[in-house]
């Protein structure tokens, strides 16, 4: 990857998609010279990202996750906007093929010249997916594309990481009632910034209404009030591409009142410091486990704690001090 791939000089012109999709596949190469090239590319063009809105969505499987962004990722661009979609899935080694199936679902997005979809890694390190798709989020928008969306897709533990890596964060709902028979984990609907329930066409129509006054109550309960944005819920066909127009522009005044006061710059730098920490603590794990002198003692070390032989607090320590060479 060469500098002048990715500084067009000043120019405007844009990065093209296979340079970007080339980019991608180096920061989500493991090699370690690979990584190396990688994170200079990331210093390298820092200074042109952050210019985008950053959509997390999430559901549960068949709500219509990828209906919905096809649909949107239509309309956004019809506004003159260019959409990338990233999909993140630390369970995707085992539930696998969902994001081939994405691709020709999304078979309309996919083929626009304005817009990029990139399927989720096949399998993930400790916390490598994240990671990998908070980097290409970046690459993105140094790319010139100002919406990214990124999708979280099987059932795995993903929500909350999406939702500590975007702007604004977009829970898809059925027409059907309760949280747990939608197959939402705790926790999530008071994470959302907006509540979409799909599928309010034909016979659902007058469910997903009341789906949404139901959750539209609830919100009010959760939320505590003199937060910069209440968050909203409203109803859309993503089959019939209905709703796209009110989403957007709710979208653009999220992103309006979340700019205004620096809000928004403010989240982002927590986001981006809650990071580095995260990547310390797995770079230090992962450093730890592969350890030579570490893999020899640890089985050892963890049985005679699970007998009660030695205090884990000396188990800890003793081990710590044969990863530091002490
Ligand atoms: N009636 C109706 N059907 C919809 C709508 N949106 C999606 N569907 C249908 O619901 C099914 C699942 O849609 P997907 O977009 O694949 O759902 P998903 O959430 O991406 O599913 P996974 O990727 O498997 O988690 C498909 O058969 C869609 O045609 C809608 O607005 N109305
Ligand atoms: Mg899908």
Redesign the pocket.
């Known amino acids: 990857m060469t500098k002048s791939e990715w500084i067009p000089a000043s120019a405007g012109m844009t990065v093209s998609r296979t340079a970007l999709a080339r980019a991608i596949t180096l920061i989500e190469s493991t090699r370690e010279d690979h990584q190396k090239e990688a994170q200079a590319l990331l210093a390298e063009v820092l200074p042109k990202t952050g210019k985008s809105i950053r959509i997390g969505i999430t ?13 949107f990722g239509l309309h956004v661009i019809e506004k003159g906007h260019k959409v990338a979609v990233l999909a993140i899935d630390p369970s995707s080694s085992i539930t696998g093929g ?1 994001i081939l ?2 691709k020709t ?1 999304m078979a309309k997005l996919a083929q626009n010249e304005n817009a990029y979809i990139r399927p989720s890694p096949a399998s993930g390190s400790l916390g490598g997916v994240a990671r990998r798709t908070r980097e290409a989020m970046l690459l993105c928008e140094a790319a010139g594309y100002d919406v990214i969306i990124v ?1 979280t ?2 059932v795995g533990q993903s929500e909350t990481e999406v939702a500590d890596m975007v702007d604004m964060f977009v829970l ?1 709902l059925l027409p059907g009632s309760g949280d747990e028979l939608q197959g939402i984990k705790k926790g999530i609907v008071e994470l959302a910034d907006l509540i979409i329930v ?5 016979d ?1 129509k007058a469910q997903a209404r009341r789906v949404r006054s139901d959750y539209a109550g609830a919100l009010k309960i959760l939320r505590t009030a003199g937060e910069h944005w209440q968050p909203k819920v409203v109803t ?5 591409g ?1 709703g796209m127009d009110a989403i957007w522009k709710t979208v653009r005044e999220f992103s309006g009142i979340m700019r205004k006061n620096g809000h928004m710059e403010n989240r982002r730098a927590h986001q981006a410091a809650a990071w580095m920490w995260k990547e310390i603590r797995e770079t230090l794990l992962s450093r730890f486990m592969h350890h030579p002198g570490i893999t020899a003692h640890i089985q050892e070390t963890e049985k005679s704690v699970l007998k009660g032989t030695c205090p884990p607090g000396l188990a800890a320590a003793k081990l710590i001090r044969i990863f530091l060479d002490e």
């Open positions: 559901g549960a499987p068949g709500v219509g996750k990828s209906t919905f962004i096809e649909a969902s199936g994405d679902r999708e897709v099987g898809l799909n599928k309010a066409d034909g659902l859309c066909s993503a089959l019939y209905e």
